[in-house]
């Protein structure tokens, strides 16, 4: 089974911090995906990678950056933490084929900024 | 128990029941749809794929209906159980972007089993 793990479930931050999100994958995918869930609003795209050192940015990409220096991880930066970036975080990975294939989810962190 | 579209975001059903769940997609370009659960405090997992070449297809209790005719997807549950209890998300692949695996994602219905 695919494993994506992301290193914290809550964290709690202060306005203007820079705060890192981890993520590991552990079945050597391509694809890593980075997303926001927000109530009624849904899954938005912030950043996603298809291969080492390569990043795209998604739809919401203002205010985050990422970090991809090894395939089996994707980090998400909050550059200067601001309160409307209290959210679920949640990282995806996929396998780069001919075909698509379905992205495996991690848990979340749900991310508070005081 | 049935939902119309994704304007009536929970569906209601008795445990036992049979539960469909709709999805309608907008780009006639998609080629590949997925359906996820996603538990409280989960993040969202797969249950089933299907590709555009494919009218229906069936898992364990559950089993995907593609019309592409009219842009409609849905899922149907068999026998749903308490542990149903979730909330169903729709994605799809827009053919051309399989190579990033991008996903477009529906807003998500909410199922409640009543015991």
């Known amino acids: 089974d695919v494993k994506v793990t992301q290193s914290s479930r809550y964290l709690v931050k202060r306005t203007g911090e820079k705060v890192f999100l981890e993520c590991v994958q552990d079945?050597?995918?391509?694809?890593m995906f980075w997303y926001r869930q927000d109530p009624g609003l849904g899954l938005r795209l912030i950043y996603f990678?298809?291969?080492?050192?390569?990043?795209e940015k998604g739809d919401i990409p203002e205010g985050y950056s990422v970090s991809r220096e090894k395939k089996e991880r994707f980090s998400l930066i909050l550059e200067s933490a601001s309160t409307n970036q209290t959210s679920m975080y949640l990282c995806?990975?996929?396998?780069?084929?001919?075909?698509?294939?379905?992205?495996?989810f991690g848990d979340g962190t749900r991310l508070s900024i005081l | 128990g049935e939902s119309v579209g994704l304007h009536l975001p929970t569906l209601s059903v008795q445990e036992g029941d049979n539960s469909i769940i709709n999805c309608a997609y907008s780009?006639?370009?998609?080629?590949?749809f997925i359906w996820y659960k996603q538990e409280s405090g989960k993040g969202p997992q797969f249950i089933i794929d299907?590709?555009?070449?494919?009218d229906k297809r069936q898992g364990q209790r559950v089993t995907v209906l593609l019309n592409k005719t009219v842009k409609h997807l849905s899922l149907q549950i068999a026998a749903t159980q308490p542990g149903d209890s979730a909330v169903y998300f729709c994605?799809?692949?827009?053919?051309?972007?399989?190579?990033?695996?991008?996903?477009?994602f529906g807003q998500g219905t909410t199922l409640q089993v009543k015991p």
């Open positions: 994605a799809e692949n827009i053919r051309g972007s399989s190579n990033t695996g991008k996903l477009i």
């Open positions: 780009n006639s370009a998609s080629d590949y």
């Open positions: 990678s298809y291969d080492v050192k390569m990043k």
């Open positions: 079945m050597d995918h391509e694809n």
């Open positions: 995806a990975s996929s396998l780069r084929a001919r075909g698509p294939k379905p992205q495996h």
């Open positions: 299907i590709r555009s070449n494919m």
